[in-house]
Every structure is written in C-alpha cells, then in structure tokens.
C-alpha cells in the first residue's frame, strides 16, 4: 500500500493531537482514547473518507488508541498496515500488524492499537454490521443466525487471501483517481460491498464452513432452548448448569455450541447480554447505577463496574451522566 494514498481526502494535518483525535473520533464516529502521553513534537495526520455506513481512513500518528464506544458497538474494524508495525488486541487476543497480516474487530470488541515507532502508517476501515448481514444473507440464500464473528488475525499473503489486498488496493486506488464518477456514493457502496463479500469469503468466521458447504447455519435446539431460557430470566441468577439443564444436554455440549455460533462461552454471551440491557437502561434514566445493575442480575458491583468498562470504555456512571 502506498504512503502518498487518499491525498484529495486531508482531514487533518497537525502537531496538536487533541484535534488529531477530535477529527479521528469524527472520522470513525465512536470513542478513541489514547494511551499513554500525547506527544507535541510530530505531525498527525488523517485522510480519508466517511459515509454512513463505512469510514476509510489513512493514519500517521504513532499514537496508541483504545477503541469503544456505541459505534464500535454496531461496526466491524480491519485495520492494516502500510509500513511499520501495529500491536492490536481484543478481549485478551493479541496480533501484530505488518504489511503481510492484518486485524478484524467485531462489533462490541474493546480495540487497543499500539503503533511500534511514530511513523507507523496505518489504514482503517469501519463497516456497519448491516452491511455483513445483508451480504451474508445474500451468499447463504437466507438470514444467518447470529452475529458474524471473525478471528482477530487476517493473513494477506495466503494464496486465499491475495485476491482480498487487490480489492483493497483497487479500492484506493479509484478513490485517489480524482475521476467523478468514483465520487458517486453508489459506485463507492458498490466498491465497499465488494471488500465486505471478498472479507466474507477469506477471512475465518463463525459462517465460514458453511459458506463453502452451501448451505445455511441452524442453531441446534439444545442452543435454542438455553437461549430461550437467557431470555425469560435474564435478571435471575442463573449458572452453566442451569444453562446445561435448560438445553437438555451437557455442559460442555451447549459451552460448544455458543463457541461455533457467538464466538464465546455461555456465560460469556449472559454477561454481554446483561451489559446490553444496563447500559440501554442507564441511557434512558432508568434508575441509578447500583439498582440498573441489580436489575438484571449483577450481585457485585465491583466486578460489575470493570466488566461494563471493558466492555464500553467508560465507567457505568458515566454513561448515566449521560442520560
């Protein structure tokens, strides 16, 4: 990829990184906080474009950025790297980004980027997740049940996973043409599509055997009925076991089965589950922190608070403030 992409798109060109970080958070719409120490002695830089469902960014900044927020609730990340080295991780995974690999965050994942050196150049691309399910839908013939859920680390060099970088670059390359006609939002949805079918088609996700089966996912009943049962108690205490006992089969069984369709364990997907319904509660007003919380089924309002923060960025009061 190339230093000098997306040129015609400067969004931002300077030495103070709070705008630098103002005009990221306007690029990606969605909670960018760095880490460490904001540096004063270099030139930040962002070129890109931004629609309602997609952002396509180029980067220089060589600062370390968490990533949360509502939109990064609702969006898919691919980040790559056009020279240099990116440490990335989500939820205790770690990848590092070179020109040959990059990273996929799906939505609700915390990001943390860490550039190796300050003249680490990234590109950063936000998809909306309605753009994977309307694809998806079209490639498996139906809806698909359940989210998408992709591996962190995307090879590009793999004899699977050349065709996707051509799309990439393709798709640079007729933004930076200056020609009209790749100005027109329905030629850049089309070209955006394109990289959503391809990412769809090479990267590893919890649908990726199906697609190459031809047929499309059904969750098995033992998942449908715990899933059942998740929702009719989910402010009830509730363990594995009663999971297990609600699906009619193992533990184990029913801990496989939400690892194949929702990339985590069970509880893991309760927890997410409750975290959803606090934080829709504490944005509407519905009570303070404490009694949202016990609401639907927190106990320990110490673990409760370091969970909600991982998982949105920001403490739980916060987001009240807020409200």
């Not at 996912?217 to 076991?241: E, K, N, Y």
């Not at 404490?290 to 409760?304: E, K, M, N, P, Y």
């Amino acid at each position: 990829m190339r230093s000098d992409m997306l040129t015609r798109y400067t969004v931002a060109s300077s030495a103070n990184a709070t705008d630098f970080l103002h005009a990221l958070h306007h690029m990606y719409t969605t909670e960018i906080r760095p880490i460490g120490r904001l540096p004063a002695d270099r030139e930040y830089v962002l070129r890109g474009i931004n629609a309602a469902d997609y952002s396509i960014g180029y980067i220089r900044s060589g600062l370390g950025v968490e990533i949360a927020g509502p939109e990064a609730e609702r969006s898919y990340f691919v980040d790559f790297v056009v020279s240099g080295l990116l440490n990335a991780e989500r939820r205790g995974e770690h990848t590092v980004n070179t020109s040959a690999r990059a990273a996929v965050f799906n939505p609700g994942d915390r990001q943390r980027l860490l550039p190796a050196r300050p003249d680490t150049e990234t590109l950063g691309i936000r998809l909306d997740r309605a753009l994977f399910e309307t694809e998806l839908t079209a490639l498996l013939g139906r809806e698909p049940d359940g989210p998408t859920v992709f591996d962190l680390a995307l090879d590009l060099m793999g004899a699977d996973h050349a065709g996707l970088r051509i799309v990439v670059e393709s798709l640079i390359d007729q933004l930076d043409t200056g020609a009209k006609i790749f100005d027109h939002p329905a030629v850049r949805q089309a070209h955006v599509r394109s990289f959503v079918i391809s990412l769809l088609l090479t990267h590893r996700h919890n649908f990726s055997d199906l697609l190459l089966e031809g047929h499309s996912p059904l969750r098995p009943r033992p998942l449908r009925r715990a899933l059942d049962f998740i929702d009719q108690s989910l402010g009830d205490p509730i363990t594995l076991s009663d999971l297990a006992q609600a699906g009619n089969c193992s533990a184990r069984t029913l801990s496989d089965a939400f690892r194949e369709h929702f990339g985590c364990s069970p509880m893991a997907f309760l927890r997410d589950r409750r975290l959803e319904r606090v934080r829709a509660d504490l944005l509407a007003g519905s009570g303070s922190v404490s009694t949202v919380a016990h609401r639907w089924g927190f106990t320990h309002l110490g673990r409760f608070a370091a969970a909600y923060r991982h998982r949105y960025g920001e403490l739980p009061s916060a987001t009240a403030a807020r409200a």
